[in-house]
């Protein structure tokens, strides 16, 4: 390869760090790239390079080969976290502890912060906060209180308040309902009810209400986290609904089920049936479990073994968003084939040469030896390994004999993958499909 003098660079660190670099020589290598950048900018830690491709568009794709940057290419930053799992005994495993590797967990953009010690009532209109500040002056005159509030003036009470708890979780718990009618009363005594014991039950009734009403707001509009459990009809998406199939479990049914599950995943030959049926059935366990105690891995895997197998996975996506993850996928892939084909033929270097490979062995244009082909080169595009994204299996012909390998099948197996990943994946799916979580995922 030719070398150039004064290779002049883009690299960008965030957004709001942007900057310009001369490299003496042009680098051969991977290495040699990564070591004059560590060496211009005194960077310490471990990176991953993307560069703007010009054949996307000049979009960010990763760099495995020096060979595709342009003369003045740009270069983006991409720092490395080393993970590692540190053992831990079964008597630890149950605590939530930092003996395993900790991942933060993706929050719902609209909730940051977890429920407050004392809920701060929020502000209402002017004209309101005047009509009740005028009636607490009157209660601290004679201790008169208002005997019935204005409907007007309650609807916007209770729609500013329903507003707030909703940025702290979607499903607020009887605590936590009782906990923002004794802050209404506190701050305005005229609200306080004399013939409550408490002196706030029907306020609380009449948040729980328009609670379960402004979420029924957010599931038309279509805001997930509440929509996927939006009733029995499934009126938050097209056919059937997630939890149509699901059957409600009958008291001290759940954790029966979970450990007949357990020692079923035992066997050498489980039953797929027993194990779908049961998954099924402790499925609103399994996901409060997920994201309100966040469990280690190794704690997860224990507990819910039939979770991590292949057909489980895709299942669980479909208890979750109601849409099949397979199906998805490939209706996708298609749509993309064509374009995918074209950028194959167009790629240079290295990888260009094995999808230039991949592309003899296309014999027909037949619609699933184009998908297979383009499920092959997909990794070498993305600079992933192969031997990591699927496997190749053969499948018996007629007579015993065995399909050559250009017409053998792409099978996916989605427990070869890295098993924080699958696990991070699922709790994302739960938060934004339920509830805030407000602690981190102990890996």
């Given at each position: 390869?030719?070398?150039?003098?004064?290779?002049?660079?883009?690299?960008?660190f965030?957004?709001?760090?942007?900057?310009?670099?001369?490299?003496?020589?042009?680098?051969?290598?991977?290495?040699?790239?990564?070591?004059?950048?560590?060496?211009?900018?005194?960077?310490?830690?471990?990176?991953?390079?993307?560069?703007?491709?010009?054949?996307?568009?000049?979009?960010?794709?990763?760099?495995?080969?020096?060979?595709?940057?342009?003369?003045?290419?740009?270069?983006?930053?991409i720092?490395?976290?080393?993970?590692?799992?540190?053992?831990?005994?079964?008597?630890?495993?149950?605590?939530?502890?930092?003996?395993?590797?900790?991942?933060?967990?993706?929050?719902?953009?609209?909730?940051?912060?977890?429920?407050?010690?004392?809920?701060?009532?929020?502000?209402?209109?002017?004209?309101?906060?005047?009509r009740?500040?005028?009636?607490?002056?009157?209660?601290?005159?004679?201790?008169?209180?208002?005997?019935?509030?204005?409907?007007?003036?309650?609807h916007?009470?209770?729609?500013?308040?329903?507003?707030?708890?909703?940025?702290?979780?979607?499903?607020?718990t009887?605590?936590?309902?009782?906990?923002?009618?004794?802050?209404?009363?506190?701050?305005?005594?005229?609200?306080?009810?004399?013939?409550?014991?408490?002196?706030?039950?029907g306020?609380?009734?009449?948040?729980?209400?328009?609670?379960?009403?402004?979420?029924?707001?957010?599931?038309?509009?279509?805001?997930?986290?509440?929509?996927?459990?939006?009733?029995?009809?499934?009126?938050?998406?097209?056919?059937?609904?997630?939890?149509?199939?699901?059957?409600?479990?009958?008291?001290g049914?759940?954790?029966?089920?979970?450990?007949?599950?357990?020692?079923?995943?035992k066997?050498?030959?489980?039953?797929?049936?027993?194990?779908?049926?049961?998954m099924d059935?402790?499925?609103?366990?399994?996901?409060?479990?997920?994201?309100?105690?966040?469990?280690?891995?190794?704690?997860?895997?224990?507990?819910?073994?039939a979770?991590?197998?292949?057909?489980?996975?895709?299942?669980?996506?479909?208890?979750?968003?109601g849409?099949?993850?397979?199906?998805?996928?490939?209706?996708?892939?298609?749509?993309?084939?064509?374009?995918?084909?074209?950028?194959?033929?167009?790629?240079?270097?290295?990888?260009?040469?094995?999808?230039?490979?991949?592309?003899?062995?296309?014999q027909?244009?037949?619609?699933?030896?184009?998908?297979?082909?383009?499920?092959?080169?997909?990794?070498?595009?993305?600079?992933?390994n192969?031997?990591?994204?699927?496997?190749?299996?053969?499948?018996?012909?007629?007579?015993?004999?065995?399909?050559?390998t250009?017409?053998?099948?792409?099978?996916?197996?989605?427990?070869?993958?890295?098993?924080?990943?699958?696990?991070?994946?699922?709790?994302?799916?739960?938060?934004?499909?339920?509830?805030?979580?407000?602690?981190?995922?102990l890996?």
């Amino acid at each position: 390869m030719t070398t150039f003098v004064n290779m002049t660079t883009r690299v960008i660190f965030t957004e709001a760090a942007i900057r310009k670099v001369t490299l003496e020589t042009r680098p051969t290598t991977m290495e040699d790239l990564k070591r004059m950048l560590q060496v211009s900018f005194g960077l310490q830690y471990s990176f991953d390079l993307q560069f703007q491709d010009p054949e996307f568009n000049f979009e960010l794709c990763n760099l495995t080969d020096v060979g595709d940057l342009p003369d003045k290419p740009t270069l983006k930053i991409i720092p490395l976290l080393d993970l590692s799992l540190i053992e831990s005994d079964a008597a630890s495993e149950d605590q939530h502890s930092s003996v395993d590797t900790e991942i933060l967990s993706v929050s719902s953009v609209e909730r940051q912060e977890p429920w407050p010690l004392i809920f701060d009532i929020p502000n209402f209109s002017v004209d309101v906060e005047y009509r009740l500040r005028q009636a607490d002056l009157k209660h601290l005159a004679d201790g008169s209180v208002l005997k019935k509030v204005p409907k007007d003036m309650k609807h916007e009470m209770l729609e500013k308040m329903a507003e707030h708890m909703y940025s702290y979780t979607a499903y607020p718990t009887n605590q936590q309902y009782e906990s923002v009618a004794k802050s209404l009363i506190s701050k305005h005594p005229c609200l306080r009810e004399s013939g409550s014991v408490s002196g706030c039950s029907g306020w609380k009734n009449s948040i729980s209400y328009k609670m379960a009403n402004y979420r029924r707001k957010r599931s038309r509009s279509g805001c997930r986290d509440v929509s996927v459990n939006a009733g029995k009809r499934g009126r938050h998406t097209q056919g059937d609904s997630v939890n149509k199939k699901i059957k409600k479990p009958k008291k001290g049914e759940l954790n029966s089920s979970r450990t007949e599950m357990e020692d079923e995943m035992k066997k050498k030959t489980p039953n797929g049936r027993l194990i779908k049926q049961n998954m099924d059935l402790t499925f609103a366990l399994r996901r409060n479990e997920v994201v309100e105690t966040a469990p280690p891995i190794s704690s997860l895997m224990q507990r819910w073994p039939a979770l991590f197998t292949n057909e489980q996975i895709c299942l669980e996506f479909k208890r979750i968003v109601g849409k099949d993850l397979q199906q998805e996928f490939y209706s996708a892939l298609d749509d993309h084939t064509t374009r995918l084909m074209d950028i194959f033929k167009a790629k240079r270097g290295n990888v260009g040469e094995h999808l230039a490979q991949l592309l003899l062995q296309m014999q027909s244009l037949d619609p699933t030896e184009k998908r297979t082909v383009t499920l092959r080169g997909l990794p070498h595009l993305l600079g992933d390994n192969p031997t990591e994204f699927f496997k190749s299996t053969f499948v018996s012909g007629g007579g015993g004999k065995r399909l050559t390998t250009k017409k053998a099948r792409l099978y996916f197996d989605i427990t070869k993958f890295n098993i924080p990943r699958v696990c991070h994946l699922l709790v994302v799916i739960y938060n934004r499909t339920h509830v805030h979580l407000t602690g981190n995922l102990l890996l």
